[in-house]
Every structure is written in C-alpha cells, then in structure tokens.
C-alpha cells in the first residue's frame, strides 16, 4: 500500500467514544467483502488524498485491497485527516470513504481534496452554533457522514450536478465559498440560498434514516443497519423489516426484541437483518412502533441495496 501521511499542527489527536464502535464496524467491512467486487454503487478507485485546510494533515492511502476488502490502517489515517477542530476523532463508514473516493476521482484524482470541514465532534459543531455561525444541530458531520471540500471553480457545479444525478448523497453547492458539501445521508441537493441550515430540519427525528454497510450483498450474507440524524433516542422498532418494490419480510435476526416485542435502538445499536431474497435492487423499510415519539416517522428506510444468488 502506497501511504504518504504528514501531521502539521502536532496537536494531541482525541478520540470519541464513537471511534471504538467504528473500528469494529471497520474489522467486519474487512471480513465481509467477497472476491473483488466493489461492494457499493457509488465507488472510487481504491486510493484517495486528503488533505486538511486547518490542519495541514495530510494523507494519501490505498484503502481498498484487491480483494474488496478495507484496509484498517489506511482508513485510520483518513480518520485522523478528517478529525474535528477540537482533536477529536469521529467515525468512518467504508461508505462515505467510497463517496469521497469518487469525488477525488471525478476531480481528477491527482492533487488531495482539500477539506474545509470533515467530522466535528457534538461539542465542537454546538461551539460553533452557539457562535452564530452555520451548523444544524442533526448534523451529518458529527456521525462523519459530511464534508465540505474545497474545490477548484471551473469544477464545482459540474461535480456538484453529477452528484446530483447519482441520486445517492446529500450535496450542497457553495460558489461563494468555492466548496461543495458532500455526505452519505438521504439524497438531497441545495445551494447557498436554499440550504436552510438554521431550520433544525432534523428536530424530533423528522430526517431519521438508515445505511447498510453495504449495497451489494449475496443470499445468505449478513446487512448491518445503523439509524442516523437520530435527535432523539430512543427508537423502538418492529422486528420485522420489509423490502420495499417486492413486499418481501426480513426479520431482523439481533438485537432481540425487549418486552414490548419491538427493538430498542439508538445510533450505536446495529440492526442485523439476513439477505434473504435476491433483489436486483431495492429499499429495507424498518417499521417504528408506537408510541413514535415527538416527529419521528412511521418507517425508517436505507439506501437501495442489491442481493444476488
């Protein structure tokens, strides 16, 4: 693996306690890819560069194996680029390092992708909140979902419009600052004067959603659901999952229901459901039981997945 790492600010690098739960989702990614196979449907070529504008850190890794699996060490080095300002180091999903992939790739995968904004920790993004400056408070930074990455002019619309047409992510268009955010959560778009960053769109978990650690899986394989934009935990949910175009049921297989027969589940818990039924490619509908509290919606639903024979 080509890796050239460089700390510039020798600052202590903090961890949260969201960091050990990722090492472990890290390992299963490790374990669980088969072949070659890119295991999602946006993906960059397996190397990225980053670079942080507060920092100075600096990375550039090969993070995908020819095998399709992730390499640990080298996505521990994009953690710590992508670190918030208060030294803490976040979460790193093979996902979001796949999205981030492909826009190094698109924008012509030779000098780093400068990060203006990657995780931010709770504290952190509610500091800068406080100061009036522009950070919602279900942000997908602070579950490191979220960049903002400063990019040549001539190439930030026509990213972000291929972003856009992917129908994948989240993208945010900011010519005045020359940057565009990217993250993996529902897929949205915005520019400047739409984005409504002060609304606090995801209060009452209005904006809950999924991912899988994967897209592509084969029957017989395990999907691993985590719950995001989750403001207030937390959610119980019915045993049984649905996919959504064939009406297909898939039990959730753990966590065990509790005595009311649903789950309880908060950001950190990982619903396990078996690829059951091959699918060309379709959605998994979590239900949510009552009492669903404050604005959260009936069902939760993931990214598009993809389970073959």
């Known amino acids: ?3 050239d790492a460089r700390e510039a600010d020798g600052g202590a690098r903090v961890r949260s306690p969201l960091v050990a739960a990722a090492v472990s989702a890290l390992a299963f990614a490790a374990s669980a890819a088969t072949a070659s196979e ?3 449907f946006v993906a960059g070529n397996g190397t990225l560069a980053l ?3 507060h920092t100075g850190a600096e990375a550039r890794v090969t993070y995908r194996r020819p095998d399709g699996s992730y390499d640990p060490a080298a996505l521990a080095e994009l953690r710590r680029v992508l670190r918030s300002r208060d030294g803490r180091e976040g979460p790193l999903e093979p ?10 790739e698109a924008s012509g995968g030779t000098k780093p992708l400068r990060i203006q904004s990657g995780y931010r920790s709770p504290a952190h993004n509610e500091a800068v909140r406080r100061r009036g400056g522009k950070a919602a408070s279900g942000s997908l930074h602070t579950e490191g979902m979220a960049s903002d990455v400063l990019l040549d002019r001539a190439l930030l619309q026509p990213l972000w419009e291929r972003l856009r047409a992917l129908e994948c992510c989240g993208a945010g268009y900011y010519p005045g600052g020359g940057f565009l955010h990217v993250d993996t959560g529902t897929p949205r778009f915005w520019d400047e004067s739409t984005s409504r960053v002060d609304e606090n769109l995801s209060a009452g978990n209005a904006r809950v959603f999924a991912r899988t650690d994967f897209d592509r899986y084969r029957r017989g394989d395990t999907i691993a659901l985590r719950l995001h934009a989750l403001t207030v935990p937390p959610l119980h949910i019915a045993p049984a999952a649905r996919l959504d175009a064939s009406g297909a049921e898939l039990q959730i297989a753990s ?4 005595a009311t027969g649903c789950i309880e589940a908060d950001a950190n818990t990982v619903l396990r459901v078996p690829a059951a039924v091959p699918v060309a490619r379709d959605v998994i509908v979590l239900a949510v039981c009552e009492p669903r509290l404050e604005r959260t919606p009936e069902t939760v639903r993931s990214n598009p997945v993809a389970i073959a024979d």
């Open 1 to 3: 693996m080509q890796r």
């Open 38 to 40: 890119v295991r999602f």
């Open 51 to 53: 670079r942080s504008m």
């Open 95 to 104: 996902r979001f390092v796949e999205l981030l992939g492909w826009l190094w």
């Open 255 to 258: 966590p065990a229901p509790g």
